[in-house]
């Protein structure tokens, strides 16, 4: 079960929810994998939502590995993700908006200072 008061959300595989969770160490991981240098940056590479397949990969894998899972981006790859490209674009974008809100864009806000 997921904590959304703790920018949880679940990734659908199989019919299992998985948690994931941006923490700290997920959001440096982003920042190394992105080259950025800061989080105001990496929002705003988020806030323009052109994401490729693998940014999608990458945002769900370091997501998993926050919430506690032991994931390589490759495995992330091959999950069969409940609702197929939409289903893990949307998980990504939930992830995404948990942990840098939502903005009226419908779309993840950049974090403040950005």
Request: proline share 5%; aromatic share 4%; glycine share 14%.
């Amino acid at each position: 079960m997921v904590n959304r008061h703790r920018g949880e959300t679940a990734l659908m595989v199989a019919g299992d929810a998985l948690p994931m969770r941006l923490t700290l160490g997920a959001l440096a991981e982003l920042e190394h994998a992105f080259a950025v240098d800061s989080l105001p940056a990496l929002g705003e590479r988020f806030v323009h939502g052109r994401l490729s397949a693998r940014d999608i990969i990458r945002i769900l894998a370091a997501g998993l590995r926050g919430a506690g899972r032991a994931i390589r981006d490759e495995d992330v790859a091959n999950l069969s993700f409940d609702g197929g490209l939409s289903g893990a674009i949307k998980a990504a974008i939930a992830l995404l908006e948990a942990t840098f809100g939502e903005g009226d864009t419908g779309r993840p806000s950049p974090p403040p200072g950005a």
